[in-house]
């Protein structure tokens, strides 16, 4: 099946700890992405990559890092310098080129506790 | 990357016609207008998108106004599982999916 596997579901982590959330899409598509979703409220972009070895930030890239190695994959870092980390986190992805014309693909997310 | 605005909420009767208003006023020629629904705790799932032409697929119809200042999402006949935030994007050549609010739709029996 393809598609955008996000893993683990639920992750928990003590204040002052990085953490590493996995992103892995077998869909060969170029772009990915990462976004945060907070209580009620609606996505927003943190960083997000067109090719491997490149990525952009997004609107709130403060406190997280990414790395873009290989095409499929696609980790977020939540660093400690992340002041409010716990949140519902998404990725995406979808083919570049004809870019306004494709649709992006999204995993089902990991939420993140941090205590 | 033009933004969008959605009414917060809306209420539809269960068998009815859902009619989802977007307005994009700041978008350009080269944009496109996606719809995506969210189901509480899960991924976004694409439903339809346009450039100018009104589209339609097995899930919904869009209208897009000549201007294309604004837009509408039609879901035919709404059910219960239709229940969701409904959120209206324009997407460019940048490839940035910039999200909104959304319109959390209630679909009532």
């Known amino acids: 099946d393809g598609g955008i596997t996000q893993s683990p579901k639920y992750l928990f982590r003590k204040e002052g700890q990085n953490v590493t959330l996995s992103c892995e899409q077998n869909?060969?598509?170029?772009?990915m992405y990462w976004y945060r979703q907070d209580p009620g409220q609606g996505l927003r972009l943190i960083y997000y990559?067109?090719?491997?070895?490149?990525?952009q930030k997004g609107d709130i890239a403060e406190g997280y890092s990414v790395s873009r190695e290989k095409k499929e994959s696609f980790p977020l870092t939540v660093t400690s310098a992340q002041k409010n980390p716990t949140a519902f986190y998404l990725c995406?992805?979808?083919?570049?080129?004809?870019?306004?014309?494709?649709?992006?693909?999204f995993g089902q997310g990991t939420r993140l506790t941090v205590v | 990357d033009a933004k969008t605005t959605q009414p917060p909420s809306m209420d539809c009767a269960e068998g009815r016609a859902a009619n989802l208003p977007c307005n994009h006023s700041?978008?350009?020629?080269?944009?496109?207008v996606y719809w995506y629904r969210q189901i509480h705790s899960q991924g976004p799932q694409y439903i339809i998108h346009?450039?100018?032409n009104n589209e339609t697929n097995e899930m919904a119809s869009l209208i897009i106004t000549e201007d294309r200042k604004s837009s509408t999402l039609i879901l035919p006949h709404a059910t219960l599982r239709d229940t969701a935030v409904y959120y209206c994007?324009?997407?460019?050549?940048?490839?940035?999916?910039?999200f909104g609010q959304g319109t959390t739709l209630q679909v009532k029996p």
């Open positions: 994007i324009v997407k460019g050549n940048t490839g940035k999916l910039i």
């Open positions: 995406a992805s979808s083919p570049w080129g004809r870019v306004g014309d494709t649709e992006a693909f």
């Open positions: 990559s067109q090719i491997v070895n490149d990525f």
């Open positions: 869909l060969n598509h170029d772009a």
């Open positions: 346009g450039l100018k």
């Open positions: 700041t978008i350009s020629g080269n944009e496109y």
